[in-house]
């Protein structure tokens, strides 16, 4: 049986481990080849390419820091030997430094921007000119970009600026029939989480403040993604989609 996004060509940046690995599973699921970009984890990515090839999909692991122009072009010179278009971006890769802003330096800044917000421009004007129309940027967020967390001001100010960038790539890219939104997650428990110096604080706090239930997985994340690739989704431009169970509206 044919998935909902037979034959799309899927572009998932870190997309080895967490959130990023289950969206990549879940497009592929749904019918689509996938690049499986990554930076350290090559094992990781190599399997996950392997399962995609048991779907039936054609599927490539290509390593490459996303916050570094010359990278990116690296990215996209392979890519472009595996397949000849791209009509989804999933920009999921992150990074960042767990510090109080008064301890940040300018390197720290750099290094948050770069990779969290920089990557989206750098990646969408690569991928544009092998987008066609019905094309999808999906960006990925966090509620830090709008809520004050301890030790998270720089990240949360990169996810505030990838927003803001979102907005902006979907009004010039619209006339094209491309589509560009935001997914934020709430509190996942990946690899990432355990970075936080206040884990099992959040992870709590979420559990007794989800009216939606008390853990939100990588595949509810993932969902929000394949929802907003769908043929049906062709309206919604430049917003943000909130998936945390209800958390940010509980008090």
């Known amino acids: 049986m044919a998935g909902a996004l037979e034959g ?23 019918g689509c080849d996938v690049a499986v970009n990554y930076y350290n984890s090559h094992d990781e990515a190599e399997s996950l390419c392997e399962e ?17 122009p010359e990278s990116v072009d690296e990215l996209f010179e392979e890519l472009r030997g595996q397949f000849d278009r791209v009509d989804i ?36 004007q690569q991928a544009v000119p092998m987008m066609p129309a019905g094309g999808r940027i999906i960006a990925m967020s966090s509620l830090g970009s709008v ?25 010039e890219l619209g006339p094209r029939g ?9 509190v996942v428990e990946t690899d990432a989480l355990s970075y ?15 009216p939606a239930g008390p853990k939100l997985t990588p595949e509810d994340v993932a969902g929000a993604v394949y929802l907003l690739c769908l043929p049906e989704a062709n309206m919604i431009n430049g917003h943000t989609l909130v998936v945390d169970g209800g958390f940010a509206i509980s008090g």
């Open 89 to 124: 971006l999933v920009s999921n890769a992150a990074s960042g430094v767990l510090k109080s802003a008064m301890e940040m330096s300018l390197k720290h800044w750099r290094w948050c921007m770069e990779t969290n917000a920089l990557a989206l421009a750098l990646l969408a």
């Open 8 to 30: 799309k060509v899927a572009l998932v940046t870190g997309a080895a481990r967490g959130i990023g690995r289950a969206i990549a599973r879940k497009l592929a699921v749904a």
């Open 178 to 186: 491309i589509r560009v939104n935001t997914v934020s997650a709430g």
């Open 52 to 68: 995609i090839r048991t779907m039936g999909r054609r599927a490539c692991a290509i390593k490459a820091s996303v916050g570094m």
């Open 196 to 210: 936080f110096p206040n884990r099992e604080q959040l992870l709590q706090s979420f559990a007794e403040r989800s």
């Open 147 to 171: 809520r004050a967390m301890p030790a998270y001001g720089f990240i949360g100010a990169s996810k505030a600026a990838l927003e803001a960038l979102v907005r902006t790539l979907a009004q």
